[in-house]
């Protein structure tokens, strides 16, 4: 039981933590705030964690594994180059969709802090070198074929990311000047996920 309660209370703790530093992001969130909000002392946070950057790299590790581990895996050779990037498009967006706060925590923490950026670097270099090598490899297979224009893989990338990321960065900006409903802007991210589809399949035509 009390192993249990002890796992409870780790896990209210990195809950309460990633709902505070998604809304607030590193600097402005406090343990004291992280404990209130997971209903203990803040003596258990520091127990469970030791620093406050201990508990937000094991938030910001998760939430940049789980924001680019669909880039890095969609196998099978069942299906065509375009569909499995299709799939990528769509599952990634979903992502984005599920976890619309992780764009800006991103960009706050990786452009203010420059070891973050180069920690988040080093944690995923295996995985990013061979998925991106396996990438590559079918890119340039499709190019010789002629079914795609030649191009850079890094600017594929770029172009996935940056299409999936920008209704969510820009979604205050939108409701204000629209003042588009909750029900409508549903509908509108669901159209958003098929047009970056098009967008970015029809791109890569000769």
């Known amino acids: 039981m009390k192993h249990n309660k ?25 343990t004291t705030e992280i ?5 203990c002392n803040q003596a258990l946070v520091h127990y469970y964690f030791r620093t406050k950057e201990n508990l937000f790299e094991a938030i910001f590790e998760k939430k940049a594994r789980l924001f680019f581990s669909v880039i890095f895996q969609n196998e099978g050779a069942d299906r065509s180059f375009e569909q499995r990037l299709k799939e990528t498009i769509e599952a990634h967006f979903d992502i984005v969709a599920a976890n619309s706060k992780i764009p800006f925590l991103f960009i706050n923490e990786l452009t203010t802090n420059q070891q973050r950026l180069i ?6 270099v295996s995985a990013r070198e061979e998925a991106f090598r396996k990438v590559e490899q079918e890119l340039q297979a499709e190019i ?5 224009r030649p191009m850079e893989l890094i600017d594929l990338l770029i172009t996935v990311i940056s299409l999936n990321l920008t209704l969510f960065l820009v979604k205050p900006i ?3 000047i629209t003042n588009i409903s909750d029900e409508d ?3 509108l991210i669901a159209h958003r996920k098929q047009e970056n589809v098009k967008i970015i399949l029809n791109s890569l035509k000769p």
């Not at 010789?144 to 795609?148: A, D, M, N, R, S």
């Open 174 to 176: 939108i409701k204000v």
């Open 119 to 124: 920690t988040l670097s080093e944690e995923f």
């Open 6 to 30: 002890e796992g409870n209370t780790e896990q209210q703790i990195l809950e309460a933590a990633e709902t505070l530093f998604l809304e607030k992001g590193f600097a402005l969130t406090s």
């Open 35 to 39: 404990a209130k909000v997971a209903g």
């Open 185 to 187: 802007f549903q509908k």
């Open 144 to 148: 010789k074929k002629g079914t795609i």
